[in-house]
């Protein structure tokens, strides 16, 4: 059973960074492709960036792109998201996704996603 743990959410003014962290448990980290999502309140979950399990190829939304930086190491089984110059609508709740090992594939579709972690909140303030 794969097990996902966000941290590293909190209170930030506009122009800040934060970095995110996953730490996945109880399978082969090397095994899945992962990703970022968030949910605001009210809203549907969004995607946020993707990233490979081999070749560490990355997807990222646009509202994103060239602000957010996603990595991962297999050393540590962890899955980072740098975050800089937030905006007060990054605020959200941050949320760890892994596929299912058989896929290869980033995807931006929450439901491709099997496992999750419990999510970790991250308000920004103009």
């Known amino acids: 059973q794969v097990q996902l743990e966000e941290s590293g959410g909190g209170l930030v003014q506009a122009g800040d960074s934060l970095r995110l962290t996953c730490i996945v448990s109880g399978e082969t980290f090397s095994n899945y492709v992962m990703s970022w999502f968030r949910q605001a309140p009210g809203k549907e979950r969004e995607f946020i960036c993707a990233i490979s399990k081999i070749d560490s190829a990355t997807t990222y939304a646009d509202s994103v792109k060239g602000r957010f930086t996603i990595s991962r190491t297999s050393a540590r089984n962890t899955v980072y998201l740098q975050m800089d110059s937030l905006k007060p609508e990054d605020t959200a709740v941050y949320y760890c996704?892994?596929?299912?090992?058989?896929?290869?594939?980033?995807?931006?579709?929450?439901?491709?996603?099997?496992?999750w972690g419990q999510g970790t909140q991250v308000t920004v303030s103009s």
């Open positions: 996704a892994a596929r299912a090992a058989v896929y290869n594939s980033r995807s931006s579709q929450s439901r491709d996603y099997k496992y």
